[in-house]
């Protein structure tokens, strides 16, 4: 069955470093991939899509990476700052009427 | 950016009753609209999707009867809770989705459904 990780429900760090999240899926093939946040209380906000053939996509400080050999999509925020923390969360999407589905989700703090 | 609409934002009901929640794409056409539930410090469940003029498609171990979708036009999808019990308290969340492969989906503030 189709499975998205994504690698730890928790991610601590300071404010000014780099923040890594990462999303593995299985039995997926995308054509692309999203990335949402998610503060508590509230829906998802769509922040960066990344197709199969782009390797890297930048928004401000935002980077996202796409391996489809890896099955991987890594997500880095620079110079994080406190308002950066809420929970991320990635969904692989294999065609235009595919459903959205997303992995657990990745909580980031960033502490000042 | 679009808007999605979900209303109401919260809603208590007796057990036993039915809950009905609207969801609206205000300025563009949702071919597609999506259901999602989650508990507290729980991920995003879906629950169905829905296309516009066609039954819903259920996941696996959602109740079709107790959970009615209805996508009667482009910009409005319903999700009647029918029935409800306390165990269907949560964050119900609904997005839409416009037409094409590179398209994102909004997502409305949620609805809080509380049953007593």
């Known amino acids: 069955s189709q499975k998205i990780e994504q690698n730890s429900e928790a991610l601590n760090i300071q404010e000014g470093k780099t923040a890594t999240l990462t999303c593995n899926y299985t039995?997926?093939?995308?054509?692309?991939l999203q990335w949402y946040r998610q503060d508590p209380g509230r829906g998802p906000v769509f922040l960066l899509l990344?197709?199969?053939?782009?390797k890297e996509k930048r928004k401000e400080r935002l980077k996202v990476t796409f391996d489809t050999t890896l099955k991987q999509s890594l997500f880095h925020i620079t110079a994080s700052q406190p308002a950066d923390s809420a929970t991320y969360l990635c969904?692989?999407?294999?065609?235009?009427?595919?459903?959205?589905?997303f992995g657990k989700g990745i909580t980031l703090s960033v502490r000042p | 950016g679009a808007v999605v609409s979900q209303h109401p934002s919260w809603v208590i009901c007796k057990s036993g009753t039915s809950v009905k929640i609207e969801c609206r794409s205000l300025?563009?056409?949702?071919?597609?609209m999506f259901w999602y539930r989650q508990f507290p410090k729980q991920s995003l469940m879906l629950m169905a999707t829905?296309?516009?003029?066609?039954?819903?498609?259920?996941e696996q171990g959602v109740e079709k009867d107790k959970f009615l979708i209805n996508h009667a036009s482009l910009t409005l999808s319903t999700l009647t809770v029918t029935s409800a019990h306390p165990e269907d308290s949560s964050f119900y969340i609904c997005s839409a989705r416009a037409p094409g492969l590179n398209t994102e989906a909004f997502f409305g503030q949620g609805t809080r459904l509380t049953v007593v």
């Open positions: 990344i197709r199969e053939n782009e």
């Open positions: 300025d563009f056409q949702a071919t597609t």
């Open positions: 039995n997926y093939s995308p054509a692309y």
């Open positions: 829905s296309n516009e003029g066609s039954k819903a498609t259920y």
């Open positions: 969904a692989p999407i294999t065609g235009a009427n595919s459903k959205l589905t």
